[in-house]
């Protein structure tokens, strides 16, 4: 049996981001992981309700584990705020990977949801700072493994292959 893997919807290619479209790993990343494990699709910001495409959010005051405790704000460039989205979102990813008894997730980089090491500075300048998303947050608090597309080399070398 493949271990189950959490991946973010849009680095297979789903065109669920923002702006409408995908990311896609190359092919042969997308073969090994494939090989490797069970992948089980998430795209926190479709599921916590937000259309696509949308505006761009950033986190305002602080990174995604503060959204989850109330101390910062998930909002738009016009200043609507979207945090509850986001937040619904995060659950429904972490309820997933709890049902299926998974680890380890690989999540797009710099995303307010799932960039697990880096997100935007909340001023729309382009800027990266260090923190996670929200969902990315939310699974971390729970001792899942989170990774991100620059970091595959861990989850293509960990786990043995399938014959
Ligand atoms: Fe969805 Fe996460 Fe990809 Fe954004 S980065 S499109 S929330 S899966």
């Known amino acids: 049996n493949k271990p189950p893997l959490l991946i973010s919807a849009c680095?297979?290619?789903?065109?669920?981001?923002?702006?409408?479209?995908?990311?896609?790993l190359p092919a042969s990343d997308l073969f090994e992981l494939t090989r490797r494990y069970q992948l089980l699709s998430i795209c926190p910001e479709c599921q916590g309700g937000l259309p696509t495409p949308h505006p761009a959010a950033e986190i305002s005051g602080?990174?995604?584990?503060?959204?989850?405790?109330?101390?910062a704000r998930v909002i738009t460039q016009t200043g609507q705020d979207v945090s509850c989205a986001f937040i619904d979102g995060a659950r429904q990813?972490?309820?997933?990977?709890?049902?299926?008894?998974?680890?380890?997730?690989?999540?797009?980089?710099?995303?307010?949801?799932?960039?697990?090491r880096q997100?935007?500075?909340?001023?729309?300048?382009?800027?990266?700072?260090?923190?996670?998303?929200?969902t990315a947050a939310l699974l971390q608090r729970h001792n899942i493994i989170v990774s991100n597309e620059n970091e595959m080399n861990g989850l293509l070398l960990g786990t043995k292959q399938q014959p």
């Open 62 to 71: 602080g990174d995604g584990s503060d959204v989850l405790d109330g101390h």
């Open 93 to 116: 990813a972490l309820n997933s990977a709890i049902q299926h008894g998974c680890r380890q997730a690989l999540l797009k980089a710099n995303s307010p949801s799932c960039g697990n």
């Open 11 to 24: 680095l297979l290619g789903q065109p669920v981001r923002y702006d409408g479209h995908g990311k896609a």
């Open 119 to 134: 997100i935007y500075s909340g001023h729309f300048d382009q800027q990266l700072q260090p923190g996670s998303g929200v």
